[in-house]
Each structure stands twice: as C-alpha cells, then as structure tokens.
C-alpha cells in the first residue's frame, strides 16, 4: 500500500478554542485512543497466533500503544478528555467479531478486521485530519500515519500469499465487518464537521483505500467494489449518542 495522494479541497479551520470544537474533539479523540488501543491488543493476540512473526507483531502492536499515548497527549493539550465510553460502545461489535475470529482460528479474519478495516480507517481519517490538524496534532499524525502504512503492508502481504485458499473466509468477514466500521464514522460524522473535517470525503477515501487493498491481495477490481457496495448497503444506523446532534453523515 502507497499512501500518496494529498487532501487537496479547501479547508475552513475551526476555532480550535471553542466549546463546541472541544465537546467534539472529545468524542473525536475518544475513538481515536479506543481504536489505537484496540489495534494494539489485536496485533498482541495476532503474535500468539502467528508464532512465525510473533517478534514483527509484537513491533506493530508497540507502535499502536505508542499512538495511543500520542492522542491522548493531542487532547491533554488542548485540556480535553477523551469519551472513552462512548467509544468503546462504538468499537465493541468491531472488537467482538476479531475476538470470535481468533478464538475459532480464522486468521484471515483477524488479518482483515485489524490489518485492513481498522487500519485504511486510520489512514483514511488521518490523512483527512492532517490538514485541520491544530500545530502540536500536526507532526504527530504524519508520523502516526507512516506507520499506520506499514500494519497495511503487512496484512496486504500476509493475505495476499494465501489469497485462494482463504478468499471465501476474506468475503465472509468484509460482509460482516464493514457495515459496523461505516457506523462507527456515522455516529462520529457532526463531531469530525465541527473539527473542520467533511466526513463524505473520509468515507470515500475510506472505501477506495479498501478498494485498493482487496485488489492488492487478489481480488479483481469488479469483486472487490461489488463486496464493498453490496456491505456498505447494509450498514445499520449508529447507536444515537448522548450528545452529537444526528448520526446522519449528510
Ligand atoms: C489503527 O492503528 C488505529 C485505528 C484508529 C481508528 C481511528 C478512527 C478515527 C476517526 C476520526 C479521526 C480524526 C482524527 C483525529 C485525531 C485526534
Ligand atoms: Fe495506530
Ligand atoms: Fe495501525
């Protein structure tokens, strides 16, 4: 996977000072610490069962804690704490299904949920973030986001090399797994427009980054964009939160 292309549409920057940017930078940052924090359980139970790699995960899984730490420096710094409740109730179906992959052994779905899903979200949404990024944010997300590239190689290569054996169980978990990833970004979608982000354009990046990884491994263009539309249709509406306004993404 190259991450090349720049987020180029014009950019309103929000009042990074404002009650209302903090109130929703909270719940932004919530997700963003309980999805690094799960990413680094999830490459932690990945080493355990690829004993092969187990030092290469036990690395990645280091670099996801390190994120974790990171982010919560970027909402310590703007005097906000992160919802972590929230977020954990938007990630616990995703968290749910790589739990139910690793106990009945499908690697190919723990590969797909952590080292895909999870990680084009990431790369999607902080590509999307550097650009309203407030200046202590800034370094730290590119950073973040070199690194978020490489747990995309690494699954991208894993997957690839036993592409035909494992397609039917890569299908199957992609149908499960990216309806609840698309309502994790609907339920935050009003909070990323008051940090100056368009949740649309996210969403978009997010799916042909997805694209891009399923034909990487072996899928043909046609298969891989029918699995995606045909899962994105079936996305649920996101829990209503206590406090965002809708969980509508336009
Ligand atoms: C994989 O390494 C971690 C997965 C984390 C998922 C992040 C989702 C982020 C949603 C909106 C983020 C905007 C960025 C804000 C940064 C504080
Ligand atoms: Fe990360
Ligand atoms: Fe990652």
């Known amino acids: 996977m190259t991450i090349t292309m720049p987020i180029t549409t014009s950019i309103a920057i929000a009042d990074i000072t404002s009650p209302a940017y903090l109130d929703a930078y909270s719940r932004i940052n919530g997700?963003?610490?309980?999805?690094?924090?799960l990413?680094?359980?999830?490459?932690?139970?990945?080493?355990?069962?690829?004993?092969?790699?187990?030092?290469?995960?036990?690395?990645l899984a280091a670099m996801e804690g390190r994120h974790a730490r990171e982010f919560i420096g970027c909402g310590h710094h703007l005097g906000i704490k992160p919802d972590l409740v929230l977020a954990k109730q938007l990630f616990d179906p995703l968290h749910d299904l790589f739990l139910e992959c690793d106990r009945s052994g499908d690697l190919a779905g723990c590969l797909v949920i952590q080292?895909?899903?999870v990680e084009c979200f990431a790369v999607a949404a902080y590509r999307h973030y550097l650009p309203v990024a407030d200046a202590y944010a800034r370094p730290i997300t590119a950073r973040v986001l070199k690194d978020e590239a490489e747990h995309l190689n690494y699954a991208e290569s894993w997957l690839k090399s036993r592409f035909p054996e494992l397609e039917p169980a890569m299908s199957s978990i992609c149908r499960k797994v990216l309806p609840?990833?698309?309502a994790i970004l609907q339920a935050v979608a009003p909070d990323m427009r008051a940090i100056g982000m368009d949740p649309l354009?996210?969403?978009?990046?997010?799916?042909?980054?997805?694209?891009?990884?399923?034909?990487?491994?072996?899928?043909?263009?046609?298969?891989?964009?029918?699995?995606?539309?045909?899962a994105a249709a079936s996305a649920p509406m996101a829990r209503a939160t206590s406090k965002s306004a809708t969980t509508k993404l336009c």
């Open 201 to 230: 354009d996210l969403v978009a990046s997010f799916f042909e980054l997805f694209q891009s990884c399923l034909e990487t491994v072996g899928y043909d263009a046609k298969t891989a964009s029918r699995l995606i539309v045909s």
């Open 115 to 117: 080292g895909l899903v």
């Open 39 to 59: 990413a680094d359980r999830h490459f932690r139970l990945l080493a355990k069962a690829i004993p092969a790699d187990g030092p290469e995960l036990l690395r």
């Open 180 to 182: 609840v990833t698309t």
């Open 31 to 37: 997700v963003v610490v309980i999805g690094e924090g």
